[in-house]
């Protein structure tokens, strides 16, 4: 079985700029997560997608977007980067219980200069 | 509000010892603990749980040890591998029910390093 597919793996944009990233899970599971890691910080918790709704969100700027599609694909968009939002995003898939682990992907490092 | 924090940077120690890895928490709501192991280039990987109905829980080389009066768990790798060298992140969740859905709040990671 694949595993949590992230793509692109890099990307480098400029402030103000907008970008959007994307993951496929594992095939079967419905539940989409996002986290942003930086050095230091660990992983925050962005949002929670489950039968393309919104089950769950993260303590972020409305920059921060995504959505899910019916084969349970995610994307995620940040508008108007800022040189902060630098980082490693990672998408996390699941079946569909809330209480289980979660797969990761290998993440999208994103820089912003 | 860092509500989980796991306070040591890095850990160093020798093939075969005993790697201790702590966690603290803050929010009494949290009642499902993980731990997950990240190498460099790839994403974390589920290591071992424990729910707080539980004070341990055991795969392997692995034990999870959760101490609820005092919010703080700790992970045992023993005996401990070059090859466990990597990130260590634990992360805890509340029980909110299904439908508001999945989220983990991690620490801040500890860079275990084991040396042959």
């Known amino acids: 079985k694949a595993g949590v597919t992230q793509t692109p793996r890099y990307l480098i944009k400029t402030r103000g700029q907008q970008v959007t990233l994307s993951c496929s899970p594992i095939s079967g599971h419905r539940s989409v997560s996002w986290y942003q890691q930086t050095p230091g910080q660990g992983l925050q918790f962005l949002f929670e997608y489950f039968s393309e709704t919104q089950r769950n969100k993260g303590n972020f700027p409305g920059r921060f977007s995504g959505r899910q599609f019916s084969n349970s694909r995610s994307e995620m968009n940040v508008s108007t980067l800022e040189l902060g939002d630098s980082a490693l995003y990672l998408c996390?898939?699941?079946?569909?219980?809330?209480?289980?682990?979660?797969?990761f992907g290998s993440g999208t490092q994103l820089s912003v200069l | 509000d860092q509500q989980v924090k796991q306070n040591s940077p890095s850990l160093s120690v020798q093939e075969g010892r005993i790697s201790i890895l702590n966690c603290d928490y803050t929010?009494?709501?949290?009642?499902?603990f993980l731990w997950y192991k990240k190498y460099p280039a790839e994403g974390p990987t589920f290591l071992i749980s424990i729910s707080s109905i539980k004070d341990k829980n055991e795969d392997g080389r692995f034990t999870v040890f959760l101490n609820k009066s005092a919010k703080h768990l700790s992970l045992h790798i023993v005996p401990s591998q070059p090859g466990d060298s990597a990130v260590y992140f634990c992360?805890?969740?509340?029980?909110?029910?299904?439908?508001?859905?999945?989220?983990?709040?991690f620490g801040e990671g500890t860079q275990l390093t084991v040396n042959p």
């Open positions: 992360a805890a969740s509340a029980e909110t029910g299904e439908t508001s859905g999945s989220r983990l709040t």
């Open positions: 996390a898939s699941s079946w569909i219980s809330w209480r289980e682990k979660l797969f």
């Open positions: 929010n009494s709501m949290f009642d499902y």
